[in-house]
């Protein structure tokens, strides 16, 4: 399965090089490495993602908005499946190779991901595949061409941050396409920055807060039409 790895950075820079570093480093699959810079004013990520000599790197010189970039992304390069890293998040050994056993042997697969929030979640074992069921993938999530060519693109409503995520997972699950973390891993999250008063997290907190509202009504709206395809 050809599989690409879709980054966004924003300055961050050592948090990003060693969370991504050491992802690409137990991936357990191989992979082609996509970026997307988002508007770094530290021009030391910049430099650093082009010595990884990625498939694909693109420089904005401001914050195109998550969904945008991640469309952008999958569509300019082809594959049987894309995967979404957080710049902050460490995830666990051959993480990559059991999403691909997920998408190999679950059929009608949604998203899945790496959970790193503290919740309780349905186990199931389809296949072999051990599995946490789950409404919806939060951070790190992998999505299959089947499902993208399902619901198709990221919702854009939700500008540079924020809840498009979870749109997808919603989207997928009304589609017949349940969503699932691996239940044998978990990752850990070293950007947690909630209630720090720096411009980061400032725009988190304001497109976050903007997000959820869009989110609510999106969702309504999947639910009664169940028109889900964007």
């Not at 010595?51 to 904005?60: A, I, M, Q």
């Not at 946490?132 to 409503?157: A, H, P, S, Y």
């Not at 209630?195 to 980061?200: D, K």
Request: with cysteine; net charge neutral.
């Amino acid at each position: 399965m050809k599989v690409n790895i879709l980054l966004l950075t924003i300055n961050r820079f050592d948090i990003t090089r060693f969370c991504i570093g050491e992802a690409m480093k137990n991936a357990g699959h191989p992979f082609e490495l996509c970026i997307t810079d988002n508007g770094s004013t530290d021009k030391r990520i910049i430099e650093w993602a082009q010595e990884l000599n990625p498939l694909y790197h693109k420089v904005n010189g401001y914050n195109q908005g998550t969904p945008q970039a991640l469309n952008e992304m999958i569509e300019k390069n082809p594959a049987d499946a894309w995967v979404f890293l957080g710049n902050d998040i460490r995830l666990p050994a051959n993480w990559l190779a059991d999403m691909v056993t997920a998408a190999k042997y679950v059929n009608q697969l949604g998203v899945v991901g790496v959970n790193w929030r503290p919740m309780e979640y349905e186990q199931v074992i389809i296949n072999g595949v051990p599995l946490w069921k789950t409404e919806r993938v939060f951070g790190d999530m992998f999505i299959t061409n089947k499902l993208r060519q399902k619901i198709g693109r990221f919702c854009e409503d939700y500008g540079v941050y924020g809840f498009w995520d979870s749109d997808y997972s919603i989207r997928a699950g009304i589609a017949g396409r349940p969503n699932y973390y691996l239940a044998d891993k978990t990752s850990l999250h070293e950007g947690d920055d909630v209630g720090q008063n720096n411009p980061y997290r400032k725009m988190k907190d304001e497109a976050l807060a903007k997000g959820k509202e869009i989110w609510m009504e999106n969702w309504k709206r999947y639910e009664a039409t169940k028109e889900v395809y964007i």
